[in-house]
């Protein structure tokens, strides 16, 4: 079945520091994908999402662009802050249901 | 406007018993979901409903786990004979449809525990 791989955590950055996490994905066709983030002690929240080749999500100073030539949709923010700190989930979707990455978490430090 | 509730927010059990859960999506979503997150890992699917009818239940990982949403609104995931494996959080997710370009919007979950 499909699958989404991401990159292991964690991973720890000082505040004002460039942020890349890499996701890849299997799914064939064009499948929607999304970046979900779960900050500590609440629930999923929809990111971004883009939902064509070459679209670029943003929000919250953070971007990712669909690849599909490298069928990625790494997330990306140039300057990060404490309240970044959560754990950001890559997912695809082509029929119904989402399929998560196993999420990384971000910690960052003053 | 109100998002995605779930009730309870935790609930825990003995080995064996039976438990229910339940999703309240936002208003007009006619899409719902279910999904399990395992402690360290991504939610994985359960159960995909539009309106009434389940339109996925792929997921679902044995018969006794089974899912109803009568009226097309509210849905309960039922689980029977509880074991130790099924402790996770339960999260609900619901969208305007099924199309594969809409967000899914995701309640707080339920934390179950089996004792």
């Known amino acids: 079945g499909n699958s989404v791989t991401q990159m292991e955590g964690p991973v720890t950055l000082s505040e004002e520091a460039f942020l890349t996490i890499n996701c890849t994905y299997t799914?064939?066709?064009?499948?929607?994908l999304f970046w979900y983030v779960q900050y500590p002690g609440e629930g999923l929240q929809l990111l971004l999402k883009?939902?064509?080749?070459?679209d670029k999500g943003s929000n919250k100073g953070f971007e990712a662009t669909y690849r599909k030539e490298t069928t990625s949709f790494h997330l990306e923010k140039g300057s990060v802050q404490v309240s970044d700190s959560a754990v950001y989930f890559c997912?695809?979707?082509?029929?119904?249901?989402?399929?998560f990455g196993p999420g990384t978490s971000l910690s960052v430090i003053p | 406007g109100a998002g995605v509730s779930q009730t309870p927010s935790n609930k825990v059990t003995e080995k064996g018993k039976y438990v229910e859960l339940r999703c309240d999506p936002i208003?007009?979503?006619?899409?719902l979901y279910w999904y399990r997150q395992s402690l360290g890992q991504g939610p994985e699917f359960l159960i995909y409903?539009?309106?009434?009818?389940?339109?996925?239940d792929s997921g679902l990982p044995n018969d006794r786990f089974f899912a109803v949403r009568p009226e097309g609104s509210v849905s309960t995931l039922k689980i029977q004979r509880t074991e130790r494996g099924d402790s996770a959080v339960y999260l609900c997710a619901s969208s305007l449809d099924s199309s594969s370009t809409d967000t899914q919007y995701f309640g707080p979950g339920t934390r179950l525990t089996v004792l």
């Open positions: 208003s007009g979503h006619t899409a």
């Open positions: 409903f539009q309106g009434t009818g389940a339109a996925d």
């Open positions: 997912g695809e979707t082509s029929y119904d249901k989402v399929i």
């Open positions: 799914a064939t066709g064009y499948p929607s």
């Open positions: 883009a939902t064509k080749a070459d």
